[in-house]
């Protein structure tokens, strides 16, 4: 079983950076692509970078290229977000999730095909 914790949102200017953690209590957390989404209000959930369980590549969405960087530290059984060049439309919910089963390597781009989600955490940008 996963379980996971995200940590690390806050308020921040533009142009600012953050870095998103996401803790994991299960034991096989190296076995399964990690990703990280992101909700605004009114908005559906969407995709912002993914590493599979593999970690030697990792996929972003376009409007986070070059801004934002996904890691994984297996001996910790954490997953980050660094974000760079933070721009207002960042704003959301940000939510860590893992595969919905070890190393899945279907259509890692969308919510459905992750199994296990934390509760978010806010990140909130200002101009």
């Known amino acids: 079983q996963v379980q996971l914790v995200e940590s690390g949102g806050g308020l921040a200017q533009a142009g600012g950076s953050l870095r998103l953690s996401c803790a994991s209590s299960?034991?096989?957390?190296?076995?399964?692509?990690m990703g990280w989404f992101r909700q605004a209000p009114g908005k559906e959930r969407e995709f912002v970078a993914v590493?599979?369980?593999?970690?030697?590549?990792?996929y972003y969405a376009d409007f986070v290229k070059g801004r934002f960087t996904i890691s994984r530290d297996n001996a910790k059984n954490t997953l980050y977000l660094q974000m760079n060049s933070l721009k207002p439309e960042d704003t959301a919910v940000y939510y860590c999730?893992?595969?919905?089963?070890?190393?899945?390597?279907?259509?890692?781009?969308?919510?459905?095909?992750?199994?296990?989600w934390g509760q978010g955490t806010q990140v909130t940008v200002s101009s």
């Open positions: 999730a893992a595969g919905n089963r070890p190393y899945y390597s279907g259509n890692l781009y969308s919510p459905a095909s992750y199994g296990y």
């Open positions: 299960g034991r096989n957390f190296n076995n399964y692509a």
């Open positions: 590493i599979p369980s593999s970690g030697a590549t990792t």
